[in-house]
């Protein structure tokens, strides 16, 4: 069904708090782990980013699909990953003359239910306040009751796993195969933008799917390794911690972003937690604490490094930090030829501080 003008929507939080306002994209129900991003652009490599998967974005700029959208060059996989949207004003026309489509045919199309017209100043205020948690968009139930009883059915984040449900299933190729290096990724659920990252620096890629074990990405003879971001709950994905753990035991040249950078640190010991609220947005400063220099970065997590177990660890040594809250940016292995951090250095959409650690990685491939 296609939404009409001023058809209305229900925004239902997990604490029974309710927001009322107007459908934008399908027309029906849709739920999962209400989080916010403060990003002021980009909201389509947002949308496509694998990491939302299981997750209602609420946009707090302003206006929101002003600009359209872009098929390829613009998303970040092959589809819309996030599970709903909220924002405040909603323009289902654009005036990009690049655009191939807009905003609410692109959710039409994606079957992407969303809600408009509601204060997100007051929703982003309450869940920073009560924490993270689940809701449900309708346009189809505008009866409280029974939409709490499918808000119900929705499934907490902490304890789900989901990158083997957005990976790659199948391995693929990426670069020239005559490059210099050769670089195994574990897709977790990758961003296209880290892949072009590592093509332009000189990599030739072979992309695994999230339980591929250690032995089957030896076969492609890599230099080194990289583990992808992802959605979900890095403790509970026994898998992708051994298969990095033996990455790491081989002391192969090794990278991680995000998720990869949570599997790295419970590869190595050390224990990861949900967040109140986690960090989604394109300024949040951030220190090398290895250079000394501030960077603003891109970032869009739920869970962290436990920081207390780092100082402990006889081979981790804590290499960024968050200037906003304290919490673990970036590890590195004494040991072995393996780092990560926790923020996006391929910053699409954000600032470009951090893409130096792509160049870190490949000094580390060639060394």
Not at 296 to 312: K, L, R, Y
Request: charged residues 20%; aromatic residues 8%; glycine residues 10%.
């Amino acid at each position: 069904m296609k939404v009409t003008e001023s058809q209305p929507a229900i925004l239902m939080l997990e604490d029974g708090t309710v927001f009322k306002g107007i459908a934008l994209g399908k027309i029906g129900t849709s739920g999962g782990e209400i989080c916010f991003n403060t990003g002021m652009t980009g909201y389509q490599e947002i949308y496509t980013d694998p990491s939302y998967f299981g997750q209602v974005v609420v946009n707090t700029s302003s206006h929101i699909g002003n600009y359209g959208v872009v098929n390829d060059l613009e998303a970040e996989s092959s589809s819309v990953k996030i599970s709903g949207m909220v924002c405040n004003e909603f323009s289902p026309i654009h005036s990009r003359k690049t655009a191939d489509d807009s905003l609410q045919n692109y959710f039409q199309k994606a079957g992407i239910v969303g809600i408009y017209g509601v204060d997100t100043r007051q929703i982003v205020r309450h869940i920073r306040q009560a924490g993270v948690m689940n809701c449900i968009i309708s346009s189809e139930i505008l009866d409280p009751t029974e939409l709490r009883k499918e808000l119900d059915k929705v499934p907490q984040m902490e304890g789900l796993e989901l990158s083997s449900e957005v990976c790659t299933q199948e391995t693929y190729h990426l670069g020239n195969p005559e490059a210099d290096f050769k670089v195994a990724v574990l897709d977790l659920g990758v961003k296209k933008s880290i892949l072009s990252n590592l093509t332009d620096r000189g990599c030739y890629l072979k992309v695994f799917p999230a339980k591929t074990t250690f032995a089957e990405m030896e076969t492609f003879g890599p230099t080194g390794y990289f583990i992808s971001n992802g959605p979900g709950d890095p403790a509970v994905m026994p898998y992708a911690i051994q298969t990095v753990r033996e990455i790491i035991e081989a002391d192969k040249p090794t990278f991680g972003i995000c998720l990869g950078h949570q599997i790295l640190a419970q590869a190595s010991g050390l224990s990861t937690y949900k967040m109140k609220n986690g960090h989604r947005g394109l300024n949040h400063p951030v220190k090398n604490l290895v250079t000394g220099l501030s960077e603003i970065t891109s970032q869009n997590h739920g869970f962290a490094v436990a920081m207390e177990e780092i100082d402990t660890h006889e081979n981790v040594e804590l290499t960024h930090i968050n200037l906003n809250d304290n919490t673990v940016e970036g590890i590195r292995r004494k040991d072995k030829r393996a780092f990560s951090v926790q923020h996006h250095p391929e910053a699409s959409p954000g600032p470009h501080d951090s893409r130096y650690l792509f160049d870190n990685f490949v000094e580390m491939l060639g060394a």
